[in-house]
């Protein structure tokens, strides 16, 4: 029975962490359980101005798919490219200027069209 227990609070756990905003409420806290849209929102948009201000030109990294961390990025012809975690590093290295340049523009859009 306690080995359920446990498990049972181990997947409500994993089941309300929010992997875009690093929040994790509890299902029982008295607020409302989960972080509303605009609370993603306004993160998103505070992420998007870190980035701007540290002049990284991406939002997801080319390596991995994930959010940029906007402490973590290199220079590339001219322009900051944000990576999600450490360990892209070496993997950015290792790949040719042309699957800099792919993975780059796969993941960097153009915002001309506001």
Known sequence: MKIRIVRMVLIVTIMTF???CGSSDRLDSDSAN???AEDH???AIERDAALAAAGI???TCPIMNQEVDPSLSVNYEGTKVGLCCQGCFSKWYELSDA???AKLAAVT???GSD
Do not use: A, I, P
């Open 41 to 43: 929102e306004s993160s």
């Open 18 to 20: 929010c992997w875009s």
């Open 34 to 36: 989960d972080r509303s």
């Open 109 to 111: 859009t153009d915002s």
């Open 57 to 59: 030109v991406n939002t």
């Open 99 to 101: 699957e800099k340049r």
